[in-house]
């Protein structure tokens, strides 16, 4: 009967969903050949140029600088007064995963299970989610979606925020998810003696390492005659040879040196640690270790009620100075087009504007795999560029344009539809409208 109901309420909500769209014209991407003009463009890695031209051709950033030709057949944008930016890259959400947070059969982020590493996220991304346009208009055009749930949730997966299909919206990255086992659980964890809590922890980590024991194994036996298939151990193997990374999520400070300890103690190479909420209590222990962190989300509050208030604002900006690569996350799915918010947050308590826009930028792209594509302006890269009235960072400003694998992106969304809708309701009711004093009769 529950899930009746549910989808019950979710046969209403879609027809709302497309409200006001009846007798709009349908806006879709384009490609063609672009010359962006006039504007200041924050390559990320190599300065800003002032009055600068961008060209992008074939999906791809053909040209950029200062001097640049414009060919005949491009078409031009002047962008005179405006700002470009390479798009922004949100390092863990739930986007194509998720629609409503309350209806259950609009999820599809976990699965049953403590071990379950080979469910792949990309596979249950809807490419028609309602978040996507909010999200991408905002200027973010990359996410890492992420499975949630047991110690190893599944495999995650960078997809570019436009496509029809999964596989067209794939950013060409994938790393499997663990949740470190914890010693500063929830309540009913606390309420447990000190003797319990210890022996639940052991209990934990016993199972975690039998699953990579059991993927050690396989990886020296990979391929040999009558060896049993084991999904789930065998999709932990690339990371066991160094072929994948290993996403790590790590918060109280315990924990985070418990998962810098275990990984020395592995071996494993690729690995990154996700986010360490308490990391600014031992930056220079995560900095020592050399694994890169995605801290977030950054407007959330103390994880102690001790701290301060900012603790949560100050985290990137304190391990980003102790020398620990930084990326940054919403952990959202609804309100991913805050990601620039989170990062202006980290900018002005320590981090600066510079690092908080490489924490959504190109550190976020090394650190998930896709710096060779995306996360800066460069010539080569992907064309996943947005231009703006100004700062990102800042509420006041507006995207104007949107630019992802190339295709020049519509600028809107359901909401931005709702907002017209109701900004100018013609006909509108008016006070002496007949039909209201009939209603009142």
């Known amino acids: ?10 046969a209403l909500i879609v027809p709302l969903l497309s409200f006001g769209q009846e007798d709009d014209q349908v806006m879709k991407a384009r490609a063609g050949k672009f010359a962006l003009t006039n504007a200041k463009i924050y390559t990320v890695t190599n300065g800003i140029i002032e009055n600068g031209t961008l060209i992008i051709n074939n999906g791809i950033i053909e040209a950029v600088g200062a001097n640049v030709t414009i060919p005949d057949d491009a078409e031009v944008i002047d962008c005179k007064g405006k700002e470009i930016y390479p798009g922004m890259i949100d390092s863990g959400t739930k986007v194509g995963l998720q629609e409503i947070e309350s209806i259950d059969v609009s999820q599809d982020y976990s699965e049953s299970g403590a071990l379950t590493p080979q469910m792949q996220a990309l596979t249950a991304v809807n490419p028609n989610s309602a978040v996507i346009p909010v999200t ?8 890492w979606t992420t499975p949630s749930g047991g110690f190893l949730p599944g495999t995650a997966a960078a997809i570019n925020l436009f496509g029809y299909t999964p596989d067209q919206m794939f950013a060409g990255a994938k790393g499997i998810i663990m949740n470190f086992p914890s010693t500063a659980g929830g309540g009913r964890f606390r309420r447990r003696s000190p003797e319990e809590q210890a022996k639940a922890t052991e209990r934990a980590l016993k199972t975690v390492n039998d699953a990579w024991d059991k993927a050690e194994l396989y990886a020296k036996i990979e391929g040999a005659n009558d060896v049993r298939n084991y999904p789930e151990i065998e999709a932990l193997v690339p990371v066991v040879k160094g072929e994948m990374q290993l996403f790590i999520e790590a918060n109280a400070a315990k924990d985070i040196l418990a998962a810098i300890d275990w990984v020395k103690t592995r071996g ?6 996700t986010g360490v909420s308490e990391g600014w209590r031992v930056a220079e222990e995560i900095a020592k270790s050399k694994i890169p962190v995605i801290a977030g989300p950054v407007q959330a509050i103390p994880t102690r009620g001790s701290d301060r208030y900012d603790a949560a604002y100050a985290n990137p900006g304190i391990m980003s100075a102790a020398g620990v690569k930084v990326a940054l996350r919403t952990g959202d799915t609804e309100n991913v087009r805050n990601l620039p918010y989170h990062a202006g947050f980290a900018a002005s308590y320590g981090m600066g504007r510079e690092e908080a826009l490489k924490a959504i930028t190109i550190n976020a792209a090394e650190i998930l795999g896709v710096s060779n594509s995306i996360g800066s302006i460069e010539v080569g890269k992907k064309a996943n560029v947005f231009v703006s009235t100004g700062d990102p960072f800042e509420t006041a400003s507006k995207i104007t344009d949107l630019f992802i694998d190339g295709y020049k992106v519509p600028m809107t969304s359901q909401q931005i539809r709702l907002y017209d809708e109701f900004l100018d309701r013609t006909p509108g009711v008016k006070k002496n409208d007949p039909a209201i004093k009939i209603i009142k009769k």
């Open 136 to 143: 991408r208009v905002s200027g973010v055009t990359t996410v």
């Open 1 to 10: 009967m529950k899930r009746i109901f549910q989808i019950l309420i979710v």
């Open 268 to 273: 494993y190479k690729k690995v990154v640690l």
